[in-house]
């Protein structure tokens, strides 16, 4: 027997009653996000794997836009759960919106556990080309 082992084998109990606290506490994650912006207006892509749509919401409250979200991770037929770091975790994000974008027009689409938000430029915030005429 190692050392490993050993460890683990005399308080198991101990263990599995932490991990199981831990697994009743929500914890909150911080989902990576990228964003590319241009003279039409804002991209942003947030990974936020195992969610769905039904357990995503993205709202905008005075200037800032908010990303919510719950994963779920379904443990398959037949198995059971040995162990998990995370077992349903709850994502959140917010940005402050500055006065140049349309919040009214923002366009939401989750595929694979990308939500990707396309967050256009209000009208007269777009730069426009202005021409000269010859007298």
Do not use: C
């Amino acid at each position: 027997m190692n050392d490993t082992t050993e460890l683990a084998s005399k308080d198991e109990t101990a263990l599995a009653r932490r991990e199981d606290e831990q697994s009743q506490r929500p914890i909150t994650l911080t989902p990576p996000v990228d964003i590319f912006e241009d003279s039409q207006g804002i991209t942003l892509w947030a990974d936020l794997p195992g969610v769905t749509k039904d357990r995503l919401d993205v709202k905008v409250h005075d200037g800032n836009l908010y990303i919510e979200a719950e994963a779920v991770v379904p443990t398959p037929a037949g198995l059971r759960l040995q162990h998990a770091e995370i077992r349903q975790p709850h994502f959140a994000r917010a940005f402050a919106l500055g006065a140049d974008f349309d919040a009214t027009k923002i366009d939401a689409n989750l595929k694979d556990g990308v939500l990707k938000l396309t967050i256009p430029r209000r009208d007269e915030a777009r730069p426009r080309r202005i021409e000269v005429r010859t007298d």
